[in-house]
């Protein structure tokens, strides 16, 4: 089994900056791929970031700029660098890992969410 686990949201103002952690974590033999989504209130979750083998680094248009998803150096952790936080940010933002566990198997796993604030 894979844990993912978020942490490093909070309250911040407009404007401000935070960076959010993620590690997935159990028999992992390889992460194709890392990613960040977030959901606001009444929204559909979407993509945030991303960065995997086969597709590099990818940002949403919303976030372009002014966030930077990087990787860990044991290949099963990611940050999320958010700067330059609107209130448009505020959302609950989800870690997710797409692994093998052992040749010829692959599946997503999903993190509890951390919630991220900004007030304007």
């Known amino acids: 089994q894979v844990q993912v686990m978020e942490s490093g949201g909070g309250l911040v103002q407009d404007g401000g900056s935070l960076r959010l952690s993620c590690e997935a974590s159990g028999s992992i033999l390889r992460t194709h791929r890392l990613s960040w989504y977030r959901q606001a209130p009444g929204q559909y979750r979407e993509l945030v970031a991303d960065t995997g083998i086969a597709t590099g680094t990818r940002y949403s248009d919303s976030v372009k700029g002014r966030f930077t998803i990087s990787r860990g150096d044991t290949g099963n952790t990611v940050y999320l660098q958010m700067n330059s936080l609107k209130p448009e940010d505020t959302a609950v933002y989800y870690c997710?890992?797409?692994?093998?566990?052992?040749?010829?198997?692959?599946?997503?796993?999903w993190g509890q969410g951390t919630q991220v604030t900004v007030s304007s």
């Open positions: 997710s890992a797409d692994v093998s566990e052992s040749p010829g198997t692959r599946n997503v796993y």
